[in-house]
């Protein structure tokens, strides 16, 4: 059952706050709003160039079935959507991939590919590190188990450090939402902040912050 709004304008400060961190829009919906698939986290397995490759990513973070059950015991989330100076152009995000890592593919769309990932890419951080804020102005707020969850696989070092299984940013370092099998396009969709598909001009990178 959703809330209404009035349970859920308790969390006017953290969409606030959001957007003083550069977020374009935040809204706090119930935990049961978030869609949880199987189907996605199966994307990272055959799609995803870092599979296997971060501590942050599958198949080193809980699966959706267990992400499921984390998430039953939280009450709400905040769904946060950034802007990324990146502009995606319809011919080259169509093969983004492709053109970003076939050392044949047409130097002029190479470039603009490097371009795309290094503006997009470069923006994780940023985001990262506002969620990390929000997290913990929820933190502070009493909501003591709030805990982000990321757009895009973790940066924050060039190597992550599989062969010892441990993370070196522990504080830090947050799993992306994908990972463990939210569906953002549908639940960001359902909450009337839907993002476009195929992306054009500038991405709109979505994030969550779960809320106990």
């Not at 400060?13 to 049961?32: H, N, P, Q, Y």
């Not at 093969?95 to 076939?102: A, E, F, G, P, Q």
């Not at 969709?189 to 839907?194: R, S």
Request: hydrophobic residues 40%.
């Amino acid at each position: 059952m959703k809330p209404d709004e009035k349970e859920l304008s308790r969390f006017a400060f953290l969409e606030k706050t959001a957007k003083d961190l550069g977020a374009i829009d935040a809204k706090a919906i119930s935990a049961s709003q978030v869609f949880v698939e199987n189907r996605v986290p199966l994307k990272c397995r055959t799609g995803c160039i870092g599979y296997g490759k971060k501590l942050t990513c599958p198949p080193f973070v809980p699966t959706a079935n267990e992400f499921r059950k984390i998430l039953s015991e939280y009450r709400y989330v905040l769904l946060v959507k950034f802007s990324s100076p990146a502009i995606a152009e319809p011919d080259i995000i169509c093969s983004i991939y492709r053109y970003w890592l076939d050392p044949d593919a047409p130097p002029e769309k190479k470039e603009k590919a490097d371009t795309f990932w290094k503006e997009y890419l470069g923006e994780n951080k940023r985001i990262l590190l506002a969620m990390l804020e929000l997290e913990k102005t929820a933190f502070n707020a009493g909501y003591t188990l709030a805990l982000a969850l990321t757009n895009g696989s973790c940066r924050l070092c060039e190597n992550c450090n599989i062969k010892n299984g441990v993370c070196v940013h522990p504080t830090m370092a947050r799993i992306p939402e994908h990972a463990v099998g939210v569906n953002i396009k549908k639940t960001a969709e359902e909450a009337g902040m839907a993002i476009e598909f195929p992306v054009s001009g500038n991405p709109t990178p979505m994030a969550l912050l779960l809320i106990d």
